[in-house]
């Protein structure tokens, strides 16, 4: 049992008192990961980026972007 009661944040490695750093390796095999990653979410990125745009436009103008819309409505409605 440890003697120590305190219960303050530690950070341990593995580097066995060596500076901890990435090697070639593992910065390589993340590098791979981090391409695949994007590759595969980038349509859905896209997407999601411009529902974002939209979105932070039209938040600030709801009553505007409702009236708005309730007058081309209105319009379409009568010249039908």
């Known amino acids: 049992m440890p003697k120590s009661t305190h219960f ?7 580097s066995f008192g060596h ?3 990435m090697s070639a390796l593992e ?3 993340l590098g791979e990961h ?13 997407l999601r980026n411009g529902a974002g ?3 932070g436009f039209v938040a600030p ?4 972007t409702v009236f708005f819309i309730a007058l ?3 319009t379409t409605w009568l010249a039908a």
């Not at 303050?8 to 593995?14: H, I, K, L, N």
């Open 8 to 14: 303050a944040p530690s950070w341990d490695t593995s």
């Open 19 to 21: 500076p901890a750093d």
């Open 27 to 29: 910065s390589l095999a």
């Open 34 to 46: 981090l391409t695949l990653c994007s590759r595969a979410r980038d349509p859905l990125q896209f």
């Open 53 to 55: 745009v939209v979105r």
């Open 61 to 64: 103008r709801l009553v505007t």
């Open 72 to 74: 081309i409505a209105g």
